[in-house]
């Protein structure tokens, strides 16, 4: 595997270690999510939400405001910024770092006076303002592949060669952001699977992973119950489970840094199983009087 990168946030540096992805777990503040069994509809619950992902071994939470689903008007930066700043705050008093999931500068900038360390802009820069306050505040950057408007519905046309479009878009967009001064450390890129691709052009995205390394940033990879998945099995959101951690397990494994994932305890222990079999970690000590661990009776009680 490659040697770790490093990711510069506004108030510490973080190594990310091959096969050993920083975890981000979704908290949505929107009430039009298309991923959500449950809508978190109080900040209380949000909290509550979020403190749990981070129990369950969330590296960071990623904050919503608005769904990127295109069947739902675009929602006003005042109505988004009152849903996320003081979900913000209350996780950066608990201590957790934060993503948030905008691509309005106003609500980044909101956020990041909040305690946001990291911008994930889902619109590829198309308010090139958006690097400006990743420069002025030293938030991370996520430059995420899309040829549609945020909110658009919309299948570009790639010619046969999504792969290089994806790569050439990247490459562009975070030579832009270093432009307007955002350092290269704080760049991550998104190949943005599901964003203006079809489901069989999301897969081949994903599997040229390991060319997109070379563009020399961290890659997030969000996988967590995207349509591509349902295509290939033919399951709704709620049920994408299995899918979505095939595609986490190709993913980490061609060199993905961060994985974006709405059943963080699933993906953890995923990922540590995986790291065994791959020979990264050994078994770790535990309990041989355990029963629980061995099976269960047919009445649901531990086995003698």
């Given at each position: 595997m490659?040697?770790?990168?490093?990711?510069?946030?506004?108030?510490?540096?973080?190594?990310?270690?091959p096969?050993?992805?920083?975890?981000?777990?979704?908290?949505?503040?929107?009430?039009?999510?298309?991923?959500?069994?449950?809508?978190?509809?109080?900040?209380?619950?949000?909290?509550?939400?979020?403190?749990?992902?981070?129990?369950?071994?969330?590296?960071?939470?990623?904050?919503?405001?608005?769904s990127?689903?295109?069947?739902?008007?675009?929602?006003?930066?005042?109505?988004?910024?009152?849903?996320?700043?003081?979900?913000?705050?209350?996780?950066?008093?608990?201590?957790?770092?934060?993503?948030?999931?905008?691509?309005?500068?106003q609500?980044?900038?909101?956020?990041?006076?909040?305690g946001?360390?990291?911008?994930?802009?889902?619109?590829?820069?198309?308010?090139?303002?958006?690097?400006?306050?990743?420069?002025?505040?030293?938030?991370?950057?996520?430059?995420?592949?899309?040829?549609?408007?945020?909110?658009?519905?919309?299948?570009?046309?790639?010619?046969?060669?999504?792969?290089?479009?994806?790569?050439?878009?990247?490459?562009?967009?975070?030579?832009l952001?270093?432009?307007?001064?955002?350092?290269?450390?704080?760049?991550?890129?998104?190949?943005?699977?599901?964003f203006?691709?079809?489901?069989?052009?999301?897969?081949?995205?994903?599997?040229?992973?390991?060319?997109?390394?070379?563009?020399?940033h961290?890659i997030?990879?969000?996988?967590?119950?995207?349509?591509?998945?349902?295509?290939?099995?033919?399951?709704?959101?709620?049920?994408?489970?299995?899918?979505?951690?095939?595609?986490?397990?190709?993913?980490?494994?061609?060199?993905?840094?961060i994985?974006?994932?709405?059943?963080v305890?699933?993906?953890?222990?995923?990922?540590?199983?995986?790291?065994?079999?791959?020979?990264?970690?050994?078994?770790?000590?535990?309990?041989?009087?355990?029963d629980?661990?061995?099976?269960?009776?047919?009445?649901?009680?531990?086995a003698?």
């Amino acid at each position: 595997m490659s040697a770790p990168a490093r990711l510069r946030l506004p108030d510490r540096t973080l190594e990310l270690a091959p096969g050993r992805p920083l975890v981000m777990g979704i908290v949505n503040a929107n009430p039009d999510s298309f991923s959500d069994a449950v809508r978190l509809d109080t900040l209380e619950r949000q909290v509550e939400h979020a403190l749990r992902l981070v129990a369950d071994g969330a590296d960071l939470i990623d904050v919503g405001g608005e769904s990127g689903v295109t069947y739902t008007g675009v929602t006003a930066a005042e109505v988004e910024i009152e849903r996320v700043v003081p979900l913000v705050e209350r996780l950066r008093a608990e201590g957790v770092l934060v993503s948030v999931d905008t691509w309005k500068p106003q609500v980044a900038r909101a956020c990041a006076a909040a305690g946001a360390a990291i911008l994930n802009d889902v619109s590829g820069l198309a308010d090139p303002e958006l690097a400006d306050v990743a420069a002025q505040t030293g938030m991370g950057l996520v430059v995420m592949h899309t040829r549609a408007r945020p909110k658009e519905a919309h299948f570009a046309d790639y010619g046969g060669d999504v792969v290089a479009d994806v790569e050439l878009f990247l490459r562009e967009r975070a030579a832009l952001a270093i432009e307007r001064g955002v350092d290269r450390a704080q760049i991550i890129v998104d190949p943005g699977p599901d964003f203006a691709k079809t489901p069989a052009e999301s897969a081949a995205v994903l599997r040229a992973l390991p060319a997109l390394r070379a563009l020399g940033h961290p890659i997030l990879l969000p996988v967590s119950r995207k349509y591509f998945v349902g295509a290939i099995t033919g399951r709704a959101p709620a049920d994408r489970l299995a899918g979505t951690l095939a595609a986490l397990g190709h993913g980490v494994a061609a060199g993905a840094a961060i994985v974006r994932v709405h059943d963080v305890a699933q993906a953890v222990d995923f990922l540590r199983v995986w790291r065994v079999l791959e020979g990264l970690d050994e078994v770790p000590e535990f309990d041989v009087q355990d029963d629980g661990l061995k099976w269960i009776r047919a009445d649901g009680g531990a086995a003698s």
